[in-house]
């Protein structure tokens, strides 16, 4: 049923009703003091008065919790915690405010951060003029640099073919420029870096990727997308591990700032310096968060891929950052014409997009990787690279037997209703990214003229999921999405509408609408399933691990449209203190 269009009215007085719901399962369900261990040891640190929504099987409601050693040795009602106080115990009265398990990333690019705070960044602009600022103030503030990168153009600015060389010209012409949309598919190069690479109006496409050209002069725009990209690679040297180690640095910051306490990082390379970037910062104990990754899997390179894979694999059994999955792109991007669907495109009537991978090399390396349990995880945005890529998962499945493999498709722009189906029936995790289900700039200027009205109107299901039984969770694609507050997605997964509005009909698919319930739960027990971790962390349970956050609002009791205002005034990991507002007492 959908929701009223009230969202300020009635999901308000709904969400107060199931707050007061909430909190009548304290006394139904909560240990008493006669029920606690008489002399328990003393706790190192104690939330009292607060309201703690755990997300356990119950979506318990607690007042106080205690943690020992890292991990949480008591929940439940304020008169019971106070046999945990002892005379070094920590003891934080919240005056009622919202604790909640640490929120999970499910989808996101950690080592992506060097080039979000460190080199040219678009992301905060939003005019060819302002871009074209933007590069002149780095490229006068880098005397010397034999490059320039960047990323964060939106492909709303500039037509189909993409932003042109000359616009970087006019103010870089002697060094080569790269840099990269928004959603990372597509580079942006200057003329000297078409000229250094030896592109031109007669270099064709490489498979999977497209060289975009003037239509007029056929001369190549300067824009490459998806593989075309990595004709120029070679002008523009890999990040060194000190660059990175300083970006993941910068990004552990930011994340425990919003309650990230982890972080699934979505496509690292086999032996690349950003694994080794990981394993700097863990040998000297300075992973503030726990990470888990994904390691690209090539459609060249073939089967012998995954015995390189488990070998690395096999290197990372630390307790911050493991690898458990291999990472496969099945198409590309609606931005870019290169998401692969069912139905021809509409602007592009002979197209359908790209398919990168051959079905039948694409259930080969899925059945090999499952053979060897590792975990799957696939880019697929149209609804054509989804039904190919449950193919070759239920063609694994068939191969090798039905296993707890919890394979994870992520983005799922277009999906077909008998699909979502599929996912609950193969065991298939749904990894979304909520922060984009809005009527925006690209619903306007691309979507609903690349997909038809119909198809742009029917992107991003999340509630089709819940009802079906899938297991969803919820990610930023950081640093797609900058910044990466789980509360604005969790905002915009119950309005699908853009933050600034409350018209009903800038609502996107108002059916697919999620409810605060299930937001949470994207962001904190389903995360940790996704990434085998359930059973230490994801909800606020005794014997789980103290990752922990406090807000200082209770999202039950607030409009959905404020829900984006609110902040992290304390984030713990594993019981440490890893952020702490300054406006939050000691």
Same mark, same amino acid.
């Given at each position: 049923?959908?929701?009223?269009?009230?969202?300020?009215?009635?999901?308000?007085?709904?969400?107060?009703?199931?707050?007061?719901?909430?909190?009548?399962?304290?006394?139904?369900?909560?240990?008493?003091?006669?029920?606690?261990? @008489?002399?328990? +040891?003393?706790?190192?640190?104690?939330?009292?008065?607060?309201?703690?929504?755990?997300?356990?099987?119950?979506?318990?409601?607690?007042?106080?919790?205690?943690?020992?050693?890292?991990? &949480?040795?008591?929940?439940?009602?304020?008169?019971?915690?106070?046999?945990?106080?002892?005379?070094?115990?920590?003891?934080? +009265?919240?005056?009622?405010?919202?604790?909640?398990?640490?929120?999970?990333?499910?989808?996101?690019?950690?080592?992506?951060?060097?080039?979000?705070?460190?080199?040219?960044?678009?992301?905060?602009?939003?005019?060819?003029?302002?871009?074209?600022?933007?590069?002149?103030?780095?490229?006068?503030?880098?005397?010397?640099?034999?490059?320039?990168?960047?990323?964060?153009?939106?492909?709303?600015?500039?037509?189909?073919?993409?932003?042109?060389?000359?616009? &970087?010209?006019?103010?870089?012409?002697?060094?080569?420029?790269?840099?990269?949309?928004?959603?990372?598919?597509?580079?942006?190069?200057?003329?000297?870096?078409?000229?250094?690479?030896?592109?031109?109006?007669?270099?064709?496409?490489?498979?999977?990727?497209?060289?975009?050209?003037?239509?007029?002069?056929?001369?190549?725009?300067?824009?490459?997308?998806?593989?075309?990209?990595?004709?120029?690679?070679?002008?523009?040297?890999?990040?060194?591990?000190?660059?990175?180690?300083?970006?993941?640095?910068?990004?552990?910051?930011?994340?425990?700032?919003?309650?990230?306490?982890?972080?699934? $990082?979505?496509?690292?390379?086999?032996?690349?310096?950003?694994?080794?970037?990981?394993?700097?910062?863990?040998?000297?104990?300075?992973?503030?968060?726990?990470?888990?990754?994904?390691?690209?899997?090539?459609?060249?390179?073939?089967?012998?891929?995954?015995?390189?894979?488990?070998?690395?694999?096999?290197?990372?059994?630390?307790?911050?950052?493991?690898?458990? @999955?291999?990472?496969?792109?099945?198409?590309?991007?609606?931005?870019?014409?290169?998401?692969?669907?069912?139905?021809?495109?509409?602007?592009?009537?002979?197209?359908?997009?790209?398919?990168?991978?051959?079905?039948?090399?694409?259930?080969?390396?899925?059945?090999?990787?499952?053979?060897?349990?590792?975990?799957?995880?696939?880019?697929?945005?149209?609804?054509?690279?989804?039904?190919?890529?449950?193919?070759?998962?239920?063609?694994?499945?068939?191969?090798?037997?039905?296993?707890?493999?919890?394979?994870?498709?992520?983005?799922?722009?277009?999906?077909?209703?008998?699909?979502?189906?599929?996912?609950?029936?193969?065991?298939?995790?749904?990894?979304?990214?909520?922060?984009?289900?809005?009527?925006?700039?690209?619903?306007?200027?691309?979507?609903?003229?690349?997909?038809?009205?119909?198809?742009?109107? $029917?992107?991003?299901?999340?509630?089709?999921?819940?009802?079906?039984?899938?297991?969803?969770?919820?990610?930023?694609?950081?640093?797609?999405? &900058?910044?990466?507050?789980?509360?604005?997605?969790?905002?915009?997964?119950?309005?699908?509408?853009?933050?600034?509005?409350?018209?009903?009909?800038?609502?996107?698919?108002?059916?697919?609408?999620?409810?605060?319930?299930?937001?949470?739960?994207?962001?904190?027990?389903?995360?940790?399933?996704?990434?085998?971790?359930?059973?230490?962390?994801?909800?606020?349970?005794?014997?789980?691990?103290?990752?922990?956050?406090?807000?200082?609002?209770?999202?039950?009791?607030?409009?959905?449209?404020?829900?984006?205002?609110?902040?992290?005034?304390?984030?713990?990991?594993?019981?440490?203190?890893?952020?702490?507002?300054?406006?939050?007492?000691?």
């Amino acid at each position: 049923m959908e929701r009223p269009p009230d969202q300020e009215g009635g999901l308000l007085n709904s969400a107060k009703l199931l707050a007061l719901s909430l909190l009548c399962t304290i006394c139904a369900s909560l240990p008493s003091v006669s029920q606690q261990k @008489a002399n328990p +040891d003393p706790a190192d640190l104690i939330l009292r008065n607060a309201f703690i929504y755990t997300v356990d099987q119950k979506r318990t409601v607690a007042e106080a919790l205690a943690v020992r050693s890292g991990r &949480i040795v008591f929940v439940g009602r304020n008169d019971g915690v106070s046999r945990f106080i002892g005379k070094e115990t920590k003891v934080l +009265d919240l005056g009622g405010r919202m604790v909640l398990p640490g929120f999970i990333d499910s989808h996101c690019h950690p080592t992506g951060a060097y080039r979000h705070f460190y080199e040219i960044s678009l992301n905060s602009v939003r005019t060819v003029p302002e871009y074209q600022k933007a590069i002149r103030e780095y490229y006068g503030s880098h005397a010397g640099a034999k490059y320039l990168k960047g990323r964060g153009w939106s492909n709303t600015l500039f037509p189909k073919t993409g932003p042109d060389k000359k616009l &970087i010209d006019e103010i870089v012409s002697e060094i080569p420029v790269s840099l990269s949309s928004e959603d990372g598919h597509s580079k942006w190069v200057n003329s000297k870096a078409l000229e250094l690479a030896g592109i031109t109006k007669n270099t064709p496409n490489p498979e999977g990727g497209v060289i975009e050209h003037n239509p007029i002069t056929g001369e190549p725009t300067g824009t490459l997308r998806e593989s075309a990209a990595s004709l120029v690679a070679k002008l523009f040297p890999d990040y060194g591990v000190d660059e990175l180690v300083k970006g993941l640095e910068a990004y552990q910051k930011m994340a425990l700032a919003f309650g990230i306490t982890m972080a699934h $990082d979505a496509d690292i390379d086999l032996g690349s310096n950003e694994i080794a970037a990981y394993k700097t910062l863990e040998k000297a104990n300075l992973l503030a968060m726990r990470f888990r990754a994904s390691l690209y899997v090539s459609p060249k390179e073939g089967l012998k891929q995954v015995a390189a894979i488990l070998a690395e694999q096999a290197k990372h059994k630390g307790p911050s950052f493991q690898i458990h @999955a291999a990472k496969i792109y099945v198409d590309g991007v609606v931005e870019g014409s290169t998401a692969y669907l069912k139905e021809p495109y509409k602007h592009l009537p002979n197209s359908r997009g790209e398919l990168l991978w051959k079905p039948e090399d694409l259930n080969a390396m899925c059945a090999e990787l499952d053979k060897n349990r590792l975990q799957i995880h696939v880019h697929s945005i149209g609804d054509g690279g989804t039904s190919v890529t449950l193919d070759a998962f239920a063609h694994a499945a068939k191969l090798n037997g039905k296993r707890d493999s919890r394979n994870l498709i992520t983005h799922l722009q277009l999906v077909a209703p008998e699909d979502i189906l599929r996912f609950k029936k193969l065991g298939v995790i749904a990894v979304t990214q909520p922060f984009w289900f809005m009527k925006d700039d690209y619903y306007y200027n691309i979507q609903v003229p690349y997909l038809g009205q119909k198809r742009a109107d $029917d992107e991003y299901p999340m509630e089709s999921y819940f009802k079906a039984g899938v297991t969803v969770t919820s990610s930023s694609d950081y640093s797609v999405t &900058i910044p990466c507050n789980p509360l604005v997605a969790i905002q915009t997964g119950m309005t699908r509408s853009r933050p600034e509005t409350t018209n009903p009909k800038e609502v996107l698919w108002p059916d697919e609408r999620a409810t605060l319930e299930q937001m949470i739960a994207s962001f904190t027990i389903n995360g940790a399933y996704a990434n085998f971790l359930e059973k230490s962390t994801g909800s606020l349970e005794v014997g789980k691990m103290a990752d922990i956050i406090v807000l200082n609002k209770n999202l039950f009791n607030v409009a959905v449209t404020d829900i984006r205002n609110f902040k992290v005034l304390m984030t713990l990991f594993e019981g440490k203190e890893a952020f702490k507002d300054k406006s939050l007492n000691p």
